[in-house]
């Protein structure tokens, strides 16, 4: 039995309206993709919102915090961005068009996918100033799959600075969407995201990529584990939505013991998505490797989920942080 085609789940399309992912929204056949292509046809909840992390309406009433660090600017010129498991790569595509074309967008799924990603991608391909893109196979815990992905990247012509000299590319950025679920796959998540960003597969000279990370929770029980051991190896602090103005006056008003209550989630706020609840519990992370752990070795995959634990998950959490939804 395919990963992509779960026995006990009965696939349905997305009930979210559909955002302008690729040029046309008509290009989104999401019933068709799901019968092909079974989970990696989908589009998943958290797509919508990193969507929305990724270019927020120009109507919206909050601001993210942290802002979404793929913006335009001088640095966006030498990104090289990698989306895990990318599916249908409706968020590596926005992703590629809001990106200069001097910047690098690598799609990555199991082999079977691929197609779909290509399919995609050639619309988005077809755009002048979009960021140049990748397709590549990657199946998650496959040391071999990570090492030829950075070989790829450690391939790219170096930048040109304005003086004249070459610059080597890294990789920058690491999109994953929706990817924490099934309990017999998240070790070989965890495993990929600890080669990708280890000094011996991106050069011991490069600062290791930042990872943005678009969760909902599903099932606690099975998906605390992974965070525990992520955070062991990993920083990673919550993106939370803070008002664009506030109103004094209100604010005194409904002061309580604890400090004003203030509207932040994306049901109160957003108001372009009509139906908010398949969205709730859905958390962005913004991630980015330990120091003192980036020499440290690397257990098998198998080992990882006990190898070692973090409970900034937890006391989140218990803090009642929001999540964006």
């Known amino acids: 039995m395919s990963f992509n085609f779960p026995r006990g789940i009965a696939l349905k399309p997305s009930t979210i309206p559909v955002r302008d992912f690729l040029p046309s929204p008509a290009s989104i056949d999401e019933p068709k993709w799901i019968e092909k292509y079974g989970i990696a046809g989908r589009i998943w909840e958290a797509s919508h919102v990193l969507s929305i992390y990724l270019q ?29 498991g990318a599916g249908t790569g409706v968020v590596g595509l926005q992703i590629a068009r809001l990106l200069p074309h001097t910047a690098v967008v690598f799609l990555t799924d ?13 619309r988005v391909r077809a755009w002048t100033n979009a960021a140049e893109i990748d397709v590549l196979p990657l199946e998650w815990g ?27 590319r890294r990789l920058s950025h690491i999109v994953c969407s929706d990817l924490v679920y099934f309990p017999h796959l998240l070790a070989p998540l965890l495993s990929t995201l600890l080669h990708l960003t280890s000094p011996d597969f ?33 920083h990673f602090t919550p993106v939370v939505l803070q008002p664009k103005s506030v109103d004094i006056e209100a604010v005194l008003k409904n002061f309580k013991l604890f400090g004003p ?65």
Request: charged share 20%; proline share 11%.
């Open 56 to 84: 927020p309406p120009e109507d919206l009433t909050v601001l993210f915090d942290p802002p979404c660090p793929l913006k335009g600017g001088e640095t966006a010129t030498d990104n090289v961005v990698l989306e895990l």
């Open 110 to 122: 199991l082999p079977e996918v691929l197609p779909l990603l290509e399919q995609n991608a050639a």
């Open 142 to 168: 496959s040391k071999g799959d990570a090492a030829t992905v950075a070989n790829r990247i450690m391939e790219l012509p170096p930048r040109i600075t304005q003086g004249g000299e070459q610059v080597k």
């Open 202 to 234: 991106m050069g011991t000279a490069a600062d290791p990529p930042q990872i943005l990370i678009a969760y909902q929770i599903r099932n606690l029980t099975n998906e605390t584990p992974f965070w525990a051991a992520f955070g062991y190896w990993f």
């Open 261 to 325: 209550i203030i509207p932040r989630t994306l049901s109160e706020q957003f108001r372009i998505l009509p139906d908010c609840k398949p969205l709730y519990g859905t958390y962005i992370f913004l991630c980015t490797r330990r120091p003192e752990r980036l020499r440290e070795r690397i257990p098998p995959t198998e080992q990882l989920l006990d190898y070692g634990h973090d409970s900034f998950f937890e006391t989140m959490l218990l803090m009642n942080t929001s999540s964006i939804l």
